[in-house]
């Protein structure tokens, strides 16, 4: 098929799947940026990584994102929180967390110190947003300092503001949430001495701004976020089957080492470094500090093992995180034994059970009481350590538990749920296998996505074991 061809029917496919299941239909630029992200490229296997953009085009698809973001989504979070300018300043190479989500593809850090202004000038007229640096910050943010005209940064920072005389300006400090903390002492101490007492009695904390962006999906990255996911779920699958794992031969180790090879040949990266371990019947107990560090040894894979992985990339500045397992046949065996069949079938009912409970207004500490309580009701051993995803890996937004915090966690988990937003459902339950002896832990974690409908899970989930080999009637 001619690559134009495939555009139109990827296009006139994807427009009707929304229109079936009640997506938002997008604009002429969100079908183009769709468009860019299902074209096969030269050279690349369409069976496998075919959405994967060159260079060029993810820079084209990140800064149409972003001014979509800017335009669409930050007016009405500054507006429900009553904030009339937001100031993000950053040094180079000593970024704020916000403002890297805001700098355009093409630069890679901050230049010299970037200071964004953000001045919201009222429904009609929408927000205006100024670079007080010596270039544009891409098209979105216009320069408004003149270096020969006001040498001083700080004093045209000071104009700006007495000139829109905003009721609160909000800085990046906060207590509880690190991606919101952004601001230096040195530069909040600039700035207050710049701007002088009546100004500075006006700074309040932008945390609650800067994590509604941060954690706010625009419904073109959720467009784009699907075969983002798909990727990540293809690496896996390709990691944990025979073209990667000969039992008795290959280690966990060699697993993680080629998923990071992986992941670079495909000019991607990864947010962590990736685990595989293995549980297995014999004497050694579930441990999570154990299963979840780096420094263990590397086992042997061999039949009868359960393996688990845990794996994430980074696309179009958009991050993934999945946990899935597999089961590696013993000679003779066609399919997993049943009573690992039955385990897995836990997790997925704890996720059904945990995700069912996610309310607008509800916090991470309510939904973790009420699904742990509803789990345990059901003679599952429940463990939920769920955290928000996007533009960063444990990303900005409330915390739906820790794995050493069952109980709930002060401060980010009482932050409430708002829709649009997407989290990592990570999460485990506990079998007792009577035939190995011990307890198992089935570890899931899929990428998921709340909004009025509920929650979906981004790209899908895993449902049934993955086996080594495949069989004809395998997974």
């Known amino acids: 098929m001619h690559l134009s061809e495939f555009c139109v029917k990827s296009l006139k496919i994807n427009y009707y799947i929304m229109r079936k299941t009640k997506w938002h239909i997008p604009n002429l630029s969100q079908l183009i940026i769709m468009i860019l992200l299902l074209s096969p490229l030269a050279g690349q296997s369409q069976e496998s990584y075919q959405l994967i953009l060159p260079m060029k085009q993810r820079a084209e698809v990140i800064d149409r ?76 943010f216009k320069k408004a300092w003149d270096k020969e005209k006001e040498p ?34 040195t530069d909040l101490k600039e700035l207050h001495r710049a701007i002088g007492k009546k100004f500075s009695n006006r700074i309040v904390s932008a945390e609650n701004v800067a994590i509604g962006w941060l954690e706010t999906r625009t419904p073109t990255e959720m467009a784009v976020y699907p075969q983002i996911c798909r990727i990540a779920h293809t690496i896996i699958d390709e990691a944990l089957s025979d073209r990667v794992i000969q039992p008795g031969v290959t280690t966990t180790d060699e697993v993680v080492w080629w998923l990071r090879e992986k992941v670079r040949e495909l000019k991607l990266i990864t947010w962590f470094h990736p685990s595989v371990s293995i549980q297995r019947a014999d004497a050694e107990q579930f441990d999570q500090i154990r299963t979840f560090t780096q420094n263990k040894d590397p086992h042997v894979i061999l039949p009868g093992d359960l393996l688990h992985v845990d794996f994430g990339i980074t696309y179009l500045r958009l991050n993934t995180d999945t946990q899935q397992h597999a089961y590696v046949l013993r000679p003779g065996e066609t399919d997993a034994p049943e009573y690992l069949k039955k385990a897995f079938k836990n997790g997925n009912r704890l996720q059904d059970i945990f995700t069912s409970n996610f309310k607008v207004g509800k916090t991470g500490n309510q939904v973790l009481k ?9 003679k599952i051993k429940p463990a939920i350590y769920t955290h928000p995803i996007g533009y960063h890996g444990h990303a900005a937004g409330t915390t739906l538990g820790m794995w050493d915090a069952q109980g709930g966690v002060p401060g980010t988990g009482d932050y409430p749920l708002h829709l649009n937003t997407a989290y990592s459902i990570e999460l ?41 080999p495949r069989t004809p009637e395998g997974h």
């Open 65 to 140: 994102l972003l001014a979509e973001k800017i335009e669409t989504v930050l007016p009405g979070i500054m507006r429900r929180k009553g904030l009339d300018m937001w100031i993000i300043i950053s040094r180079e190479y000593n970024e704020d967390p916000v403002i890297e989500t805001m700098l355009p593809a093409t630069w890679l850090a901050a230049r010299r110190r970037t200071i964004l202004i953000i001045f919201d000038q009222g429904a009609e007229r929408g927000l205006e947003t100024l670079a007080v640096a010596r270039y544009d910050v891409g098209e979105s």
């Open 152 to 185: 001083n940064q700080w004093k045209r920072v000071a104009q700006l503001i007495a000139e829109r005389d905003p009721q609160t300006i909000g800085v990046n400090k906060s207590h509880d949430f690190g991606l919101a903390d952004g601001i230096v002492s």
């Open 370 to 378: 009420k699904s742990r309580e509803q789990a345990i009701d059901e």
């Open 428 to 468: 485990n339950a506990a079998t007792y296998i009577e035939e190995w002896g011990k307890e198992i832990r089935i570890m899931l974690e899929e990428d998921a996505f709340f909004d009025e409908n509920g929650v979906r899970f981004i790209d899908g989930r895993q449902t049934e074991l993955m086996l080594i």
